[in-house]
């Protein structure tokens, strides 16, 4: 979190919530989506809960390493292409799902696949909230969200300053 100056924890709960406020939002703009193709590994839990509310079963994966050290982001590497079958129409009827666009280096590669595909985020940065279609949330550029993979229970120390008591 080295460049983030605040933090946006988010539970399982809200996460939950956010991902089926996000599948409400789709199913009113298509009803008969081909594919869910998911950016890999945030975008397969929402995928997961967005792909059981609009009765999609074709789920595919594009596989791309950014964040190296969870904390910066580095050179993007795509670890495993969209299947070719998808990318006919230039990705016309399908839905890329992904946990968030930070900056939109990886957006702006997954939408280079699928250029006439739907992209939909549950949470946005500034940076890349240009290249989404959809999306839930938005976030300030500086905040950090953590996941609820990524989270422990932990204390959480006051957010103004002063004492606990």
């Given at each position: 979190m080295s460049t983030a100056e605040k933090s946006f924890p988010v539970s399982w709960e809200q996460f939950h919530r956010d991902a089926r406020a996000l599948a409400w939002r789709l199913a009113g703009q298509r009803d008969d989506w081909k594919a869910i193709v998911?950016?890999?590994?945030?975008?397969?839990?929402?995928?997961?809960?967005?792909?059981?509310?609009?009765?999609?079963?074709?789920?595919?994966?594009?596989?791309?390493?950014?964040?190296?050290?969870?904390?910066?982001?580095?050179?993007?590497?795509?670890?495993?292409?969209?299947?070719?079958?998808?990318r006919d129409d230039d990705g016309d009827g399908i839905l890329i799902v992904d946990d968030l666009t930070d900056t939109g280096k990886t957006a702006a590669l997954v939408r280079a696949m699928l250029p006439k595909a739907h992209f939909a985020t549950v949470y946005a940065k500034p940076k890349g909230r240009p290249l989404v279609d959809t999306f839930?949330?938005?976030?300030?550029?500086?905040?950090?969200?953590?996941?609820?993979?990524?989270?422990?229970?932990?204390?959480?120390?006051?957010?103004?300053?002063?004492?606990?008591?």
């Open positions: 998911c950016i890999t590994r945030g975008g397969l839990v929402p995928a997961a809960i967005i792909a059981r509310e609009l009765g999609t079963r074709l789920i595919e994966t594009v596989c791309i390493a950014s964040y190296h050290d969870y904390d910066r982001q580095g050179e993007l590497q795509v670890l495993k292409d969209i299947a070719p079958n998808l839930i949330t938005e976030v300030s550029q500086d905040t950090w969200i953590y996941f609820p993979w990524d989270l422990g229970l932990t204390f959480q120390a006051p957010i103004g300053k002063g004492s606990i008591g």
